[in-house]
């Protein structure tokens, strides 16, 4: 299984990015979906994360992103974004979505519940 991350780039204090994430064939409808972020000499951090609910998708949200981000998937069950808006300097960072078994995930997921990685995609924001 592998997973494409892709929509990052530069961009000013402010400004919008929508990163894309592409898993095999419907395997977002199925299993959990998280984006993990590590700043330039930083922890990795989580992010935000999608999994479905019987009919319903749950998100969840690091406590820095603050209303600014929303994590959603598409109806093929194949693609996540993660919509990114009033990015600041500090939202710099590597990207990454990663792919867990399904089932529920605490407020703030560890990364070690989702073993299977993306490449990562590089957002830089400048002031």
């Known amino acids: 299984v592998q997973l494409q991350a892709s929509g990052g780039g530069l961009v000013q204090a402010g400004g919008s990015l929508r990163l894309s994430c592409t898993a095999p064939v419907r395997a977002l409808s199925t299993n959990n979906l998280a984006w993990f972020r590590q700043g330039p000499g930083k922890e990795r951090e989580f992010v935000a994360a999608i999994r479905r609910e019987g009919d319903d998708d749950v998100t969840l949200y690091g406590d820095f992103v603050k209303g600014r981000f929303t994590v959603s998937g598409d109806n093929t069950g194949n693609t996540a974004h993660l919509q990114m808006n009033n990015l600041m300097p500090e939202d710099t960072a590597v990207y990454f979505c990663?792919?867990?078994?399904?089932?529920?995930?605490?407020?703030?997921?560890?990364?070690?519940?989702?073993?299977?990685w993306g490449q990562g995609t590089e957002v830089t924001v400048s002031s």
């Open positions: 990663a792919l867990g078994p399904p089932g529920k995930i605490g407020p703030t997921p560890h990364s070690i519940l989702f073993p299977i």
